[in-house]
């Protein structure tokens, strides 16, 4: 088996304990893990902290931290046959979308190489004649970055890439199920050239996350996950009182009218639920399609979904792999399950197969006479699709806005005026309009609601990785009047 290590102080090491990783396609061994404990965690934090007040690092210009940003992002383009190979293996998402997602990946870094020294301050108008006020933008200080195994490489990029650029130092936590990518990805990182203990990289599991976010010298923490998790990580925050962003998925809704392009929006509609296997953040998993179009859709649907290369991951031809783990694919079946029980019917798929690997296919339900089906509700995380329809526009809004996530949304229509509408009254913090999972290092994602606060890429993601310092200085020889009035 294949053997990786944590990266802390920039140094490979072997963790006080490990475990065994699982290839989803089989759910065989195949890789030996670290297991970072609560001892590993807090050596990687302070060699953060250090680096963080250290010339090596703190002395850098911006411009200088934008040359090891650029240096790391052809590194990864380089290294992207090898990163996707392994997220692959360790993940089960197919090396058709991780091949693609990994090369981009690298443009991510560009960006924020680019940003590095135009994080601009401000001069201020101030109301007093003998004073010059402005403020500087300066780094937070040590992140606790924590990403999930999904677009691993990805939600690292837009983490890691802003708060290299604003000057912060890093402890990034992989999580526990197919962290490789992420321990090999720290090879590039020190070939790149970034001082120890810049960024350190390690995976484990509650224990080594409760130890991260709860450490007196952590001032920022980036997470991507579920909304309970979040929970975890807010109360362990008290301890420090560190700012969070926090990226939680989402119930996003795909909207189509019967004036849309119904070919184009099937497409868009299988790609938002059924690409990466629906474990995607943004997965487009309630479609709401007009009364008047909705068998006619439906069809198409069915048919696409049915005509769906289903295999193992590390063939190009595979178009839906195996789920990460089979507590994934436990509750996905379960949450069927429930939502049949409550009226749901199923269109397509729904069983989970025989043989080996945590595979699942992919499912449509019909929830149009089951408005209390959980599919609606809770996020499967997986290739289910829950359907309703609707008759009118303000119809369409109402069930669109019917969820405590907040995250992203899809509208297909040919009509202008309608898709300003639409955009102007759903609560989600990305709408896309006749497309959907597109994405960009120039434009800011998140939610709000039960999807998180903060944003991650462009310039709005560098900005949560800094803190105002406001300066006044005092441009006046006379001597300070009355000590006793604020001046």
């Given at each position: ?106 443009d991510y870094y560009r960006y ?104 007196p010298m952590v001032a920022h ?191 297909f229509t040919n009509s202008l ?71």
């Amino acid at each position: 088996m294949e053997r990786f290590q944590h990266y802390i102080d920039g140094g490979f090491h072997d963790g006080d304990a490990g475990f065994d990783s699982l290839d989803p396609a089989t759910g065989s061994p195949w890789a030996r893990m670290p297991m970072a404990s609560a001892a590993d965690v807090d050596r990687a934090v302070r060699a953060a902290h250090l680096a963080f007040h250290a010339p090596a690092w703190a002395g850098l210009t911006a411009t200088a931290r934008g040359r090891l940003l650029y240096r790391l992002a052809d590194l990864v383009q380089a290294s992207a046959p090898r990163l996707a190979a392994l997220e692959t293996r360790d993940t089960g998402k197919i090396i058709r979308e991780t091949s693609a997602q990994i090369a981009y990946v690298a443009d991510y870094y560009r960006y924020y190489a680019g940003l590095a020294d135009k994080i601009e301050g401000a001069h201020l108008p101030i109301d007093k004649p003998d004073m010059e006020v402005w403020l500087r933008r300066e780094p937070v200080g040590v992140v606790a970055a924590i990403v999930p195994w999904n677009s691993q490489l990805f939600l690292t990029a837009v983490k890691l890439g802003p708060a290299l650029a604003a000057g912060c130092t890093v402890v990034l936590k992989a999580s526990e199920d197919g962290p490789a990518p992420l321990l090999d990805f720290a090879r590039l990182v020190h070939e790149a050239g970034f001082p120890p203990g810049v960024v350190n990289i390690l995976t484990g599991g509650p224990e080594a996350g409760q130890a991260l976010t709860s450490h007196p010298m952590v001032a920022h923490i980036a997470f991507t996950g579920g909304p309970e998790t979040a929970r975890h990580i807010l109360r362990a925050s008290a301890e420090n009182l560190a700012s969070t962003s926090l990226e939680l998925g989402g119930k996003s809704p795909f909207i189509v009218f019967d004036d849309a392009d119904l070919d184009s929006a099937a497409n868009a509609q299988i790609s938002g639920i059924f690409a990466a296997t629906g474990q995607s953040c943004v997965a487009g998993s309630r479609l709401l399609v007009q009364a008047s179009v909705k068998d006619a859709f439906l069809a198409r649907l069915k048919t696409k979904a049915d005509a769906i290369a289903i295999g193992v991951p590390d063939r190009m031809e595979t178009e839906v792999g195996p789920l990460c783990t089979s507590r994934q694919r436990e509750r996905i079946a379960a949450l069927i399950a429930r939502s049949v029980t409550a009226g749901a019917k199923v269109v397509t798929g729904g069983a989970v197969p025989q043989g080996a690997g945590f595979f699942f296919p992919p499912t449509i339900l019909d929830c149009t006479d089951a408005p209390d089906a959980p599919a609606l509700q809770e996020e499967f995380f997986g290739p289910v699709l829950a359907v309703q329809s609707f008759e009118t526009e303000d119809q369409a809004l109402a069930l669109a806005n019917g969820t405590a996530f907040g995250l992203a949304s899809g509208v297909f229509t040919n009509s202008l005026t309608r898709a300003h509408r639409m955009i102007r009254g759903l609560r989600a913090g990305i709408v896309w309009v006749n497309t959907y999972r597109a994405v960009s290092p120039i434009a800011p994602f998140g939610g709000h609601g039960l999807s998180g606060h903060g944003r991650e890429g462009g310039m709005a993601a560098a900005l949560d990785y800094t803190t105002v310092k406001t300066v006044w200085l005092r441009t006046s020889d006379a001597p300070i009047p009355d000590p006793f009035v604020m001046r």
